[in-house]
Each structure stands twice: as structure tokens, then as C-alpha cells.
């Protein structure tokens, strides 16, 4: 006689499973968009959609890595309207640039170097 206690075990646990959602390229778009926009926080759209905040934070990546690919080497830019705080941060965060206040180092290297400029001038 065959044991069904460990077959239906298994079964139960395929069922537990969440089933695995493939998203379009423009849903992604849209939720990623709809936040960057700040008409919706990221809460709203990962609920509304089933996923983690992780696969959220992914699809950011991704679009901010599609739109820097895109406008790469492209020059005379038309000027854009003012970007939102918070894609501007994350925009500082994709290219890891930090606060643009100079550190003690480079305040100081900047006023030895004036300084010299005023040498310079005056021998």
C-alpha cells in the first residue's frame, strides 16, 4: 500500500506557493513612474501589485539605468522642468554622488590655492 500522506504534503505546499506573475515592461514603467511622479508612495503600488518592496526597488533601478543608457551621449539638451526630491536622490544615489558640501580637506586646498593665485599676482 502506497503512503498518500506524503503526496498530499507535497501538494499542500505547491498550493501555499504564490503563483509567479511576469509583468510587461509598461506596468513596470507605469507603477515605477506613478511614484517618481509622487502621485502614489511606493506602499500603495507594492500592495496593489502583489510584490516586495525588494522587486520595487529593482524596477527603479532598472528605469533609472534604461533612462541614463537613453540619454547618454546626447548633447544640446532641452532644459527639463525641475525634477522631484525624490527622484533627484535617487538619481544621486544611481551615480553615487554625495552631498555637494566640500569636506574640511577641500576647503582647504581651495584656500591654499587662492592664496597662491594672490602670491602669484603680486611677485
Not at 503526496?7 to 514603467?29: D, L, V, Y
Not at 507605469?30 to 529593482?58: D, G, Y
Not at 534604461?66 to 535617487?90: H, T, W, Y
Amino acid at each position: 500500500m502506497k503512503n498518500l500522506s506524503t503526496n498530499s504534503g507535497k501538494e499542500q505546499t505547491k498550493e501555499k506557493k504564490k503563483e509567479h506573475r511576469i509583468f510587461t515592461p509598461a506596468e513596470k514603467s507605469k507603477a515605477v513612474l506613478s511614484v517618481w511622479s509622487e502621485r502614489r508612495s511606493p506602499a500603495e503600488v507594492c500592495r496593489e501589485l502583489s510584490i516586495t518592496w525588494m522587486q520595487f526597488n529593482q524596477w527603479q533601478n532598472q528605469s533609472m539605468t534604461g533612462m541614463f543608457s537613453a540619454l547618454e551621449n546626447k548633447k544640446d539638451q532641452v532644459k527639463c522642468p525641475p525634477i522631484s526630491g525624490r527622484l533627484e536622490k535617487l538619481m544621486e544615489r544611481r551615480n553615487g554622488v554625495q552631498s555637494p558640501k566640500p569636506s574640511k580637506v577641500e576647503k582647504r586646498l581651495e584656500k591654499l590655492q587662492q592664496e597662491k593665485k594672490e602670491e602669484l599676482k603680486t611677485a
